[in-house]
């Protein structure tokens, strides 16, 4: 007998073999029925898995759990490359994973496909759906099976299993053997039948080349989804459009904030004059904020010796995601001639060509060899010892942090315990070679610009900077209306990837865990988040439409310091290590504004908006007055345009409130002979006239209080 343990605690005991689904039906058949697969001992498995061991714990899992309806669009995908395969005999199936929010599936396939194909996709898979054919799970051997896929003649699935672990593999059919069913190579799970995959719609298809390859046949990426029901699609649905109508990148090209050109690099933002404003209003914002809690602003440069990295562990932590070392030209030559040579040759005797590069290098750089470089040495001792000796000279980073700049402005005098806490505050710009298929507008980029502190104090100073460093996060998350937000707190898990002692990290951990605690606010513990030098705590925000971004953060550091050997002087006249706390309220200024611009439909508040009004004049007999309003606008001070253009006032109101100018002021001859304007908003909604004294205080009262009051609001009255 097997116990079964469930989640409320009580436990079953079932006969040795039985499957999930036999368990889930002897305890409640509706639960038996909803279940499109379980959790057993912590693994995602299909419910017609044998159960085996004396004690098991087993959760069910529905469509309504996250679990569950990735299992499904895992079965999706399958009904899906089904239906492209009856469509399209020829087809070939590469991959097909889930992702978020859906799936997609790699194939190759000479005929393009287009929206227009997707109904006919759909309408196969729904035939599949109703005919509600079991997922059956078959293994084989390794070697048995490579013979059948190598008869089956699907380059793309031997590349799988070849990348497969395991003395077995699995193929899932779909249907009974012999009656039209259908097979593929896959480790699933899935749940038990194709009419469980919920409701479903194929998205879009797009190009794809075999592991990113471009030298590789190109292939058609086929995106789809599945939810629940219809009604949580048709809500994923209505999200998407509504999130393409705030695309940050469409709204930046038509409000004029930004630019991305191919040009300069992909990745790389060009800030226009509007988006500029924008940006230079956060950070004057935050660096009043700075001020006012001590904080001390710094420069640093972009780029640093190597050795500051090797130091601080970035470099080669995060090799794969930095740009390439720059070294001294002909150090670089040396180096791309010596890694061809290793690629080209694997004999024991050098060839001339190597001969002479060793030459050269003994003749130029008598340092090598003044270091022992072996010159009758086998190849490889040859090629090691240059190799350790070129990467090893002194070559320069593009910084993908700004920490260890910061540690050496700490670094560079003697402290006292009086001086403690230092805080340090930059807007650093880093550099990061994300993959080119990762980058989004500025959401993800090559090139960003960080709100970045860095804080040194004592131990028993940590919590209470931890503390003021989690409320100047939220006072930013609230000043630009990102309320809705929780908290992560990530820890360490048990892989390698970290540095530093267990009890260094134990200290951090714990302060950080007693920072949450103490602010009252609700958080979640999820191990394996943490930076690799220490915990941290994220700020997960839910924009307007639902959909989650991590934008604040706040790591509590005790490895960096004493990898930098950093000191103070106690109140006992010794030597002590100080504790180091990262920060930066809005993460990276691109991603905030980006995120930002999506949150607001690109309608930033008066404070924020980059033109906070527009003068129109009706007529040329006004334009003499409309110039005076600017020209008193613009030194009140007010972010200002005129428009004193020929064009009829309809048509200039209406292209002010596609900029999504706060503010419109319409000037007549009416308003001329009253020194008034005629207040409207982007949004339509008319004030009626205000003495241009009366609107300005107005305007000053709504950005002093970002927002809190609009001039119909703020105890101001229209003249009589």
């Not at 993908?400 to 315990?417: G, L, V």
């Not at 600017?630 to 292209?655: F, H, M, Q, T, W």
């Amino acid at each position: 007998m097997i116990e079964v343990r469930l989640p409320d605690g009580s436990a079953v005991e079932r006969p040795a073999g039985a499957t999930v689904a036999d368990v889930l039906q002897s305890i409640s058949a509706r639960l038996a029925r909803e279940a499109v697969a379980a959790k057993v001992n912590g693994n995602v498995l299909d419910l017609g898995t044998r159960l085996s061991g004396p004690q098991v714990e087993l959760t069910a899992l529905t469509l309504n759990d996250p679990e569950g309806l990735e299992v499904a669009r895992h079965s999706c995908a399958h009904v899906m490359a089904e239906a492209v395969c009856a469509l399209w005999p020829h087809t070939r199936l590469a991959y097909g994973p889930v992702v978020e929010n859906g799936f997609y599936y790699d194939i190759e396939l000479d005929h393009s496909l287009t929206p227009e194909d997707f109904l006919a996709i759909e309408a196969k898979m729904q035939q599949i759906v109703k005919e509600n054919r079991p997922f059956r799970r078959s293994d084989m051997p390794r070697a048995a099976a490579m013979e059948k896929l190598r008869a089956e003649g699907n380059p793309y699935k031997i590349d799988n299993a070849q990348r497969a672990d395991g003395d077995t593999l699995s193929f899932y059919v779909t249907g009974e053997p012999g009656t039209g069913h259908f097979e593929d190579l896959c480790r699933g799970p899935h749940v038990p039948s194709t009419g469980r995959i919920g409701a479903f719609k194929v998205m879009q298809v797009a190009g794809a080349y075999w592991h990113g390859d471009a030298s590789k046949q190109q292939l058609q990426r086929v995106y789809g989804t599945t939810f629940a029901d219809k009604k949580a699609l048709r809500a994923h649905l209505d999200q998407m459009e509504e999130a393409r109508k705030r695309d940050h990148r469409k709204l930046g090209q038509e409000l004029g904030l930004f630019f991305l050109d191919p040009l300069v690099g992909p990745g790389l933002v060009l800030w226009k004059p509007r988006g500029a404003v924008v940006r230079r209003v956060l950070e004057s914002f935050i660096l009043e904020e700075l001020l006012k809690r001590g904080y001390q602003p710094v420069y640093t440069p972009q780029i640093a010796k190597l050795d500051l990295y090797r130091t601080s562990g970035h470099f080669p932590y995060y090799k794969d995601s930095q740009y390439p070392p720059i070294f001294e030209s002909d150090r670089a030559r040396l180096l791309n001639a010596l890694w061809e040579l290793a690629r080209a040759s694997n004999a024991d005797r050098a060839t001339d060509a190597e001969l002479a590069l060793f030459e050269e290098i003994a003749k130029n750089h008598a340092d090598l060899s003044a270091a022992g470089y072996p010159a009758q040495a086998p190849m490889d001792e040859r090629l090691k010892r240059i190799r350790v000796w070129l990467t090893q000279e002194d070559g320069y980073l593009l910084r993908p942090m700004n920490c260890p700049h910061h540690i050496r402005i700490y670094a560079s005098e003697a402290h006292s315990y009086r001086e403690l806490p230092i805080r340090i505050a930059e807007f650093g710009q880093v550099y990061r070679y994300e993959q080119s298929g990762e980058l989004s507008g500025m959401t993800r980029v090559r090139g960003f610009c960080q709100d970045d502190a860095h804080l040194f104090c004592t131990p028993d100073q940590l919590l209470d900077e931890v503390a003021g460093c989690v409320d100047m996060a939220k006072l930013v998350l609230h000043v630009v209306g990102l309320k809705d937000y929780r908290v992560r707190v990530g820890l360490r898990d048990d892989s390698d990837k970290y540095i530093g002692s267990a009890e260094n990290w134990a200290r951090a951990q714990d302060a950080v865990l007693a920072a949450v605690k103490s602010s009252g606010m609700n958080y979640a513990v999820e191990p394996g988040e943490a930076a690799f030098y220490g915990p941290k705590i994220d700020f997960i925000v839910k924009d307007c439409i639902g959909r989650e971004w991590q934008l604040g953060t706040v790591q509590v550091d005790y490895n960096l310091p004493e990898r930098f050997d950093l000191k103070y002087i106690g109140d006992d006249n010794r030597e002590h290590r100080p504790v180091m706390i990262h920060r930066a309220p809005f993460g990276s200024l691109e991603r905030f504004i980006g995120i930002l611009i999506e949150h607001l439909a690109g309608a930033f508040p008066l404070w924020l908006a980059p033109i906070q009004a527009r003068v129109c004049s009706i007529s040329a007999k006004s334009k003499d007055y409309a110039q005076w309003v600017y020209d008193v606008c613009r030194a009140a001070p007010l972010r200002v345009e005129l428009d004193n253009s020929d064009e009829r006032i309809g048509s200039k109101i209406r292209d002010a409130a596609l900029m999504k100018i706060p503010y419109i002021l319409v000037v007549g001859e009416q308003e001329a002979a009253d020194k008034t304007v005629n207040v409207r908003t982007r949004e339509g909604k008319q004030y009626g006239n205000y003495a241009l004294p009366q609107f300005l205080a107005a305007c000053a009262v709504e950005i002093a209080t970002r927002g809190e009051m609009a001039p119909g609001e703020a105890g101001q009255t229209p003249p009589t």
